[in-house]
């Protein structure tokens, strides 16, 4: 039996834009994959590079931030930090071996429904391209105990359950 990969995406948006676009995409019953499950922030320049890798780290095989356009942040240069941070995490995640391609960022205005359904569709066709998150089936091994985060070893993967 052949079955379709269907990856899981987290997706952080800002509460202006970003949830703005997605209570719209709602409001108009535009249709995008259910697959993406989304995190709220004030905006996008208080994502850390922290929050991106950790979603990689729980499960995600793909993960995406959605921001305010570029020049008309409402907090002025908050979508430049988020890109920013998104750029830094896309170099860490080449340094551990994931692909910096499941890592993406979109800018929008909260009236662009269709490109907040887009973006959703873009991400899930990158990664499916991609395949699964590598850290699932332990293709990439992190090392915990450099990181000074201490694992039961009964319960292996911290990650979503499969």
């Given at each position: 039996m052949n079955e379709v990969f269907e990856p899981e995406i987290t997706a952080f948006y800002c509460i202006y834009c970003g949830y703005?676009?997605?209570?719209?995409a709602g409001s108009l019953q535009v249709q995008y994959p259910a697959n993406v499950k989304f995190?709220?922030?004030?905006?996008?320049?208080?994502?850390?590079?922290?929050?991106?890798?950790?979603?990689?780290?729980?499960?995600?095989d793909?993960?995406?931030?959605?921001?305010?356009p570029i020049g008309n942040c409402h907090h002025v240069r908050g979508n430049e930090r988020g890109q920013a941070r998104v750029r830094r995490a896309a170099e860490l995640l080449e340094e551990i071996g994931l692909e910096s391609e499941r890592l993406g960022m979109f800018f929008m205005s909260g009236s662009q429904a269709?490109?907040?359904?887009?973006?959703?569709?873009?991400?899930?066709?990158r990664i499916r391209k991609l395949g699964p998150n590598p850290l699932k089936n332990g293709q990439v091994k992190v090392k915990e105990s450099e990181r000074g985060v201490e694992v039961d070893e009964d319960i292996g993967f911290r990650g979503r359950k499969l």
């Open positions: 703005m676009a997605a209570d719209t995190v709220r922030l004030p905006c996008t320049g208080k994502m850390d590079v922290r929050y991106v890798l950790e979603a990689f780290e729980q499960g995600a793909g993960v995406y931030a959605v921001a305010c269709h490109t907040f359904a887009a973006a959703a569709q873009t991400m899930t066709e």
